[in-house]
T-cell receptor, first 112, second 113 residues
Framework: QQQVKQSPQSLIVQKGGISIINCAYE??????FPWYQQFPGKGPALLIA?????SEKKEGRFTISFNKSAKQFSLHIMDSQPGDSATYFC???????????FGTGTRLQVTL | EAGVAQSPRYKIIEKRQSVAFWCNPI?????LYWYQQILGQGPKLLIQ????????DSQLPKDRFSAERLKGVDSTLKIQPAKLEDSAVYLC???????????FGNGTRLTVT
């Protein structure tokens, strides 16, 4: 049962552009929404996370927007750089940051 | 701090053979997880340990998969016998527990032929 749907599957953005990845969840009990970045041959690394008591969280060039009523959240990467080329996973959990349900991933390629 | 260590990095076996993966979590991390990541998909939790006790193994195929965490530190995940559909990257992660974030290892890529 897929509880977190992620789109698009792949994304190509020019250097300096904005990358936007979207996720939707079904389980209204989820209360922690992290984004992970994964480079080839490496494990996922936590990028940024949000809880539903805020609608937006920004860390550097990365911003999470959260819409509780629509059960959606998204990752925005401003001023995208070639070094941002990776696979991005959204995830969700109940109660803690531990038992995560992941989306299917978005492969981002930032071109020169 | 040293990260989560996993070995081997790669393993190729034939179906019906057995295989074992090893994980050494970050020092002091009480919670340890094994995730399965099939190509093109997000990681899926197989089992979660708190110290040396199992917290959640609801998605572990117990007829062929087993895991242990002796002494609450290192952990091993075993598959016996392996099936073709077990081909995946097996990721180990650890955390202090509670709301602390997960730290993933680089995984073991298993190919079953």
């Amino acid at each position: 049962q897929q509880q977190v749907k992620q789109s698009p599957q792949s994304l190509i953005v020019q250097k300096g552009g904005i990358s936007i990845i979207n996720c939707a969840y079904e389980n209204t009990a989820f209360d922690y929404f992290p984004w992970y970045q994964q480079f080839p041959g490496k494990g996922p690394a936590l990028l940024i996370a949000i809880r539903p008591d805020v609608s937006e969280k920004k860390e550097g060039r990365f911003t999470i927007s959260f819409n509780k009523s629509a059960k959606q959240f998204s990752l925005h990467i401003m001023d995208s750089q070639p070094g941002d080329s990776a696979t991005y996973f959204c995830a969700a959990s109940i109660g803690t940051a531990s038992k995560l349900t992941f989306g299917t991933g978005t492969r981002l390629q930032v071109t020169l | 701090e040293a990260g989560v260590a996993q070995s081997p990095r790669y393993k190729i076996i034939e179906k019906r053979q057995s295989v074992a993966f090893w994980c050494n979590p970050i020092s002091g991390h009480a919670t340890l997880y094994w995730y399965q990541q099939i190509l093109g998909q997000g990681p899926k939790l197989l089992i979660q340990f708190q110290n040396n006790g199992v917290v959640d193994d609801s998605q572990l195929p117990k007829d062929r998969f087993s895991a242990e965490r002796l002494k609450g530190v290192d952990s091993t995940l075993k598959i016996q016998p392996a099936k073709l559909e077990d081909s995946a990257v097996y990721l180990c992660a650890s955390s202090f527990g509670g709301n602390s974030p997960l730290h993933f290892g680089n995984g073991t890529r298993l190919t079953v032929t």
